[in-house]
Structures are given as C-alpha cells and as structure tokens.
C-alpha cells in the first residue's frame, strides 16, 4: 500500500514538485506524492493532525514536539515540573502550567436535558458529525464520545450535549483534542 504525503508548496516550486514526482489531485484539489518524500520536498509535507490520547486531557502538550508530557520532579529542589515524554525532546512546563477547567469553571453545570431544549436542535448532531470528521473514521469517534471526561465532570460528551452548555465544553475538548 502506497503511503501519501500531502504537499502544500508556493508556486515557483511547482517545476521542481513535479520533477520530484508530485502530481495534483483534482478530486480533492491539493497535491500529493507517494512513498518517498525527496529532501528537496520535505520542508512542504503537512503534517498530519496529531491524535492526543486518553492521558492528554489531563497532561498538557509538549510545545516542541506535541507529544504528551509525564509530570516529574526537579532533583535539587524536588519542585514537580512537565517534561515531554518523547525521549530526548527538551520542552518543559512548570507544574501549575495546567489547569483543568471543568464543567463548573467553564461557567455552568451540564445538566441532562432533551436536545430540543435549546435553540438549535441540530447542534448535538453537527458536534457528533465533526468528531467523525476529526478522527477520520466513526468507531474512534464514537469511542471518544462514550467515554467519560473529567472536563465534564466525569460525563461522556453523548450525555453532555444534550444542553447547549455541554455543546459547548464539548466544542471546546474538540478543539483541544485536534489543535
């Protein structure tokens, strides 16, 4: 199986695109090449979203690398501080870099309610939609969607958005999943 490479590239590097064997998909308007990326094309590869795991919603993100970061302790002071899990990438936090916001500090409780309870019936089924989209396929999706959250306070997002605050939060933990 062929692996693809999406190319985003200025116009006077076509010629040399092409010449690196680059072709343009006209179906989905981008181009694109195959297995190998030539050095020459390297520096115009996008770059995949990177999928966070369950362990992400409660660690904050590297800055260098976007992996996952492992809360550790400084050996001289014993102060805990984030350090990247990746092996010898340098991104550090400091301890109180993270907050967890939930439910109540967004601004509000999820209660359970019927979606038609709000204004826009329809927000419940885009949000369900968008999570297909983001994780490219539906079991992942779904799976994300049935598992509870401590940014809900310990709700899975199919319960919460059934109130236009827990569409909200919601949104928000998409977002951050998928920045």
Known sequence: MKKRFKLSFPEAMRKIAEREGAYFDNELGAWFI????????????EKELRRRDY??????QCTI???RMELTQNRKT????????????????????LTIKTSSQMGGNVQRSEPESFENKHR????????????????PAIKWLKMEKIALNGQTP???IKTEKGCEIVERLLDERFE
């Open 158 to 160: 199919l319960e919460a």
């Open 124 to 139: 419940a089924e885009i949000l369900i939609r968008r999570a297909v989209e983001l994780f490219r396929s539906e079991a």
């Open 34 to 45: 195959d297995d190998d990326v030539p050095n020459s094309l390297i520096a115009f590869t």
């Open 65 to 67: 690398c976007g992996c």
């Open 78 to 97: 014993k102060e805990p501080f984030w350090r990247c899990a990746t092996y010898r990438c340098p991104g550090t936090k400091p301890y109180d870099a």
């Open 55 to 60: 362990a992400s919603e409660v660690t904050p």
